[in-house]
């Protein structure tokens, strides 16, 4: 199993590291937009909470063991905290904490697709290597 | 002046035969992509009655980080479609003369053999006339292959023109500016290296009368004045400026857009209709800006070293801890000047800490993260 896993891991990351950061930066974009559909598809709005909470953990998450990587540069540190702060943000807004008032129900789908239009700026938006990048998309990929 | 008229026909075929070849030869050769289109000429006289009213320049960045999706999940590249909005204005204009540069990422034919990373398309009067594959890193000044294009090509002009400069990127850095380009990770790339580009092009005599920056971020004190003597107004976002971009659909129809010569209005419009079409389907800030440069020298000037001493302090510190701010929220930069030669149209993020933020001074500064 564990051989498996190392396996399906190298393969990816040979595969996206010659597919390079834009591939990477595309998949998170993915992510987040394939949530934002499954959101608009459900009609109940404690399950479009739910979608969006998920959606934003597993990113959280994939950060977080990405940043514990000894593979990961100062730089990479800075800018992933950065991304961390960002989606923190959007967890709080969604939950209405830190001074946010909480997404109304009607405004879900809405707020789905403020969450994919944030990353899709034309800002310099890369602040994370490639490296750090192809490990935070295969360890989404390998929690979905 | 001769002119280099190429019928597209005529280009594609040793295109092919070329690109053939070289699959043949792949691995002797170091490249493999399209030889240029050997022009020939038209009539003489012919085109005389068809010179251009309108030159359109239009650089369209597309290396890396530009896929957005439609609130439906469809996934579009912002390039791609800036460069389709970009043919269809070549096409309906039966009076212009139309450069286009399709900045690429760099592919490698069988992972070593690098490719042409830049394709260019000249248009007149609504016809392709020419299209070929160049090299973007040929050269020591980053347009250098853009503005040798730009020369060999373009066409004897009328005593007037309207010129016309469209830019669609990710925002152009005012400091730093390496890692712009995915594929060239060393060479650097700000609002300086674009205003030696524009210098050239206009070679210090004539201005462009419109500036389209299709970016982020662009419209700040420094941004405005560098590109002053090159611009009579300029259209910019001071804020973030989704992937779709600007609105092309008013540079269709120049000969009506511009029917009085008023390029003002017809910036305005452009805006105007930016803005209707991003507040659609956006959910985040939207901020379009309309600057007539004459008019806010007074501010620029009021400013100038204010902004410079900002940015010196900045360029010791990491990317991730600057922000950016609307100037009228740093009281270093408000004067009573501040809104004097301006138009901006405005909406906040529907989400997010700045959603209750009624109004943008249409300038943009930078700061320091708390």
Known sequence: MLGRTAIRLAVMMFVMTFAGIAQGQDKLQKHFSDAACEVKATADPSQKREILDKSFERVVKALNTVQSSPLISKDDRAGIDHFKVVLKEKQDELAGLNGYERVPDAQLNAFADYVVQDMEQAA????????????????VILLV | MLIPIVHERQARV??????YRCLA??????????????????????????LPSYIVVCIIHGDSGYLFH??????????????????KVAERNSQAEVFIFHEKRRRHFMLFFPRRDGEFYYYRNGRLLAQESYWRDHGQSRFDP??????????????????????????????????YDA??????????????????????????????????????????????????????????????????????????GLRDGDVSAFAKECAHQSFDRLTKDIQTEITVAVYDVDRVQGFLYSVDSVYD?????????????????????????VRPEMSEGIDVFYRPARFGRSRHKQEHSGWECPKLLK
């Not at chain 2, 439609?70 to 479609?81: C, K, L, M, S």
């Open chain 2, 70 to 87: 439609d609130p439906d999940g469809n996934e579009y590249r912002a390039d791609e479609e800036a460069l389709a909005g970009a043919k």
């Open chain 2, 183 to 256: 594929s060239y990770r060393d060479r650097t790339f700000t609002v300086h290296e674009l205003v030696d580009g524009l210098k050239r092009l206009t070679r210090n005599s004539t201005k462009f009368d419109l500036i389209m920056l299709s970016s982020c971020f662009n419209g700040t004190p420094h941004t405005i004045s560098a590109l002053t003597p090159y611009a009579r107004y300029i259209i910019a976002s001071p804020g973030n400026l989704h992937l779709s971009y600007f609105d092309l659909h008013p540079f269709e129809a120049l000969d009506v």
């Open chain 2, 309 to 333: 001493d900002a940015l010196t302090r900045l360029k010791e510190e990491a990317p991730t801890s600057i922000e950016h701010c609307d100037c009228a929220e740093d009281p270093a930069y």
């Open chain 2, 14 to 19: 040793p295109s092919a035969f070329w690109g």
């Open chain 2, 25 to 50: 030869l792949g691995l002797l050769l170091s490249s493999c992509s399209f030889l240029p289109p050997a022009p020939s000429e038209t009539a003489p006289g012919e085109e005389n009655e068809l």
């Open chain 1, 124 to 139: 310099q938006s890369v602040t994370i290597s490639l490296v750090a990048l192809l490990l935070i998309i295969i360890i």
């Open chain 2, 146 to 179: 853009e503005v040798e294009l730009y020369y060999r090509f373009r066409a004897e002009e009328r005593p007037r023109p309207v010129r016309l400069f469209l830019y669609f990127g990710h925002e152009i850095p005012e400091i730093g500016g390496t890692g």
